[in-house]
């Protein structure tokens, strides 16, 4: 009987806790707390961390910032995005990625995704560009890879930069190759969740020698260099402290091996998910060489049980000592969006004409039926040993 029901649970004992510590988490923090050099202005502990997970990514520049978010807009801010400027973005995404957009003042333009894979349907982006589109910003969500060769070729067609959001892709591979280094910029978040953890902080990665003077120009309020006092554009303070740069250096000695555990972990799970009726998990696109599995997504068809709604069938995983998410809401229709195009900045730069043509563009049908269907388990769950997957198959 299920648990649901007073049955008894399939499991009682709890999943792995995040952060997973270690001795050197702790005597790298408290290094730098004695040291009173708390800024990366003063300290070299932030600088290190560039210079190791650029290396390890295989990128020629690493700037590390305060976020995941601080990452986007910064990224942004050296391609020069702004007011009047479109960007291709998908709709199956955390808002962070729409509101880096929106505080360019520019307009971000969703493209309806591939319910098979989750990510953004690449074949459907051409249609969406026009005259005033000047980025494409692709997501590799839950971990998995957008489907890179066709983006960059259209991308390739149309002469338009290609900024990765690779946040929640600490280690995902495209053909071998690490994301947030295949467009012309990628970023990454350390937040609290994430599969490289700092409770907040960020990375870009570039090849570009002038996009990554940009990028570190503006994260220090246009600085010319990290401690100097001339500037040499607009920017803000989004820097890294020192705490979060040693932090990301005791965590990185971890990060291989639990990626592994991850990974294997997700494809025996899969393995055994795919031969149950109902439930469907994500398709890997074929250059999908590695997925850093932040989220293991698959939908789910009521008529697969009884009919039984999602909503019940989550309550019903939880009551089994599982727990799962819903997942994300359709975004484009959130009433953040209409706010921000309504306000007085937004106005001053779009005619209403325009405004009303953008969100007639913006309709989105298959990610609607998939924020319906999509059911999430978290990283965390796949820290364990395979057992832990047989009890949640």
């Not at 495209?174 to 609290?192: P, V, Y």
């Not at 989550?314 to 195009?341: C, D, H, N, V």
Request: charged share 25%.
């Amino acid at each position: 009987m299920p648990a649901i029901l007073g049955g008894t649970p399939v499991r009682r004992d709890r999943f792995a806790s995040w952060p997973i510590l270690g001795e050197n988490d702790e005597r790298g923090w408290l290094e730098v707390l004695r040291s009173k050099k708390w800024c990366r202005i003063d300290g070299h502990r932030v600088e290190r961390f560039e210079e190791t997970w650029a290396r390890t990514m295989g990128a020629k520049h690493c700037v590390a910032v305060a976020n995941g978010t601080s990452a986007l807009i910064t990224s942004m801010a050296a391609l020069g995005i702004g007011p009047g400027d479109e960007v291709i973005v998908p709709p199956y995404t955390f808002v962070a990625t729409i509101n880096a957009v929106l505080i360019h003042h520019a307009l971000p333009v969703f493209v309806d995704i591939d319910p098979e894979t989750f990510q953004i349907d690449a074949r459907r982006i051409e249609a969406s560009i026009t005259r005033e589109t000047a980025l494409l910003l692709p997501v590799h969500i839950g971990g998995s890879a957008a489907d890179l060769d066709g983006i960059l070729q259209v991308a390739g067609r149309h002469k338009l930069p290609v900024l990765e959001d690779a946040c929640q892709a600490v280690l995902g591979e495209w053909k071998g190759r690490k994301l947030s280094t295949i467009g012309d910029l990628g970023c990454f978040s350390f937040q609290a969740s994430k599969n490289l953890n700092s409770g907040e902080g960020g990375a870009i990665l570039t090849n570009d020698d002038r996009l990554a003077n940009e990028c570190r120009s503006f994260q220090n309020n246009g600085r010319a260099t990290v401690g100097g006092l001339n500037y040499t554009r607009n920017g803000a303070n989004l820097r890294m402290t020192e705490f979060q740069g040693a932090l990301l250096m005791t965590q990185l000695s971890r990060l291989e091996e639990q990626a592994r555990r991850r990974e294997q972990n997700a494809a025996y799970l899969t393995s055994l998910l795919r031969e149950i009726p109902g439930i469907t998990p994500a398709r890997l696109y074929d250059g999908c060489t590695r997925s850093s599995y932040h989220l293991y997504m698959f939908r789910y068809d009521p008529a697969g049980f009884g009919g039984l709604s999602r909503a019940r069938f989550l309550e019903a995983m939880a009551a089994e000592g599982i727990p799962g998410s819903a997942g994300y809401s359709p975004l484009y229709r959130e009433p953040f969006l209409k706010s921000t195009l309504e306000s007085r900045p937004f106005r001053a730069v779009y005619s209403r004409k325009r405004i009303a043509d953008y969100l007639d563009r913006i309709h989105c049908p298959a990610n609607d039926q998939l924020c319906e269907q999509a059911i999430w388990f978290f990283q965390t769950l796949f820290l364990g040993p395979r057992s832990d997957m047989d009890q949640i198959a």
